[in-house]
């Protein structure tokens, strides 16, 4: 999870770099707009995939505890409404990104005016920060589920 911390925000850091390099035009490490964006999409991309893996990964293990333990509760249907919240932003997102990156190639060859690819760069810019937010709220709540699912294996050793 700490990983997942350091790549939302290795990710929004390197996604300002990319809108504010787009804007000023000036180069990073001597790599123009269109490479550092590359690179900032490609991390980006990771880091989200990451993300979803852990969600996946660790509902599946809360998934197993409660049925080899045999505990009666509805601590999984709480994983899936975190997922059910996440998992549709943050693929929108994953798709706006990837869109406005390959509209980066639109603006330059004149399909595209500079303005649609800017727009669309802020508002998936914008609601990728509204996801850090969910995101963290989703950790909150898996670590909360954990440490209940944990509390209740105690409860059940200490009665058998």
Do not use: R, W
Not at 16 to 25: A, E, I, K
Not at 49 to 75: C, D, P, R, W
Not at 90 to 110: E, K, Q
Not at 133 to 156: C, P, R, S, Y
């Amino acid at each position: 999870m700490i990983i997942c911390y350091v790549c939302m925000f290795f990710s929004i850091i390197l996604l300002s770099l990319t809108g504010m390099q787009g804007y000023f035009n000036f180069y990073i490490m001597n790599a123009s707009y269109q490479e550092f964006a590359l690179f900032s999409t490609t991390f980006y991309m990771f880091s989200q995939t990451l993300i979803m893996f852990y969600f996946i990964g660790s509902g599946t293990a809360i998934k197993k505890e409660i049925a080899q333990n045999e505990i009666k509760t509805s601590l999984y249907e709480k994983i899936k409404k975190t997922k059910m919240i996440l998992f549709p932003h943050l693929t929108l997102n994953m798709f706006l990104i990837g869109t406005a990156f390959i509209l980066i190639g639109a603006v330059d060859t004149g399909s595209v005016s500079k303005l649609v690819q800017s727009s669309l760069f802020i508002i998936s810019y914008l609601h990728f920060i509204y996801i850090i937010m969910i995101q963290h709220t989703g950790f909150k709540e898996n670590i909360d589920i954990i440490i209940e699912l944990a509390d209740m294996n105690n409860v059940n050793s200490l009665v058998n």
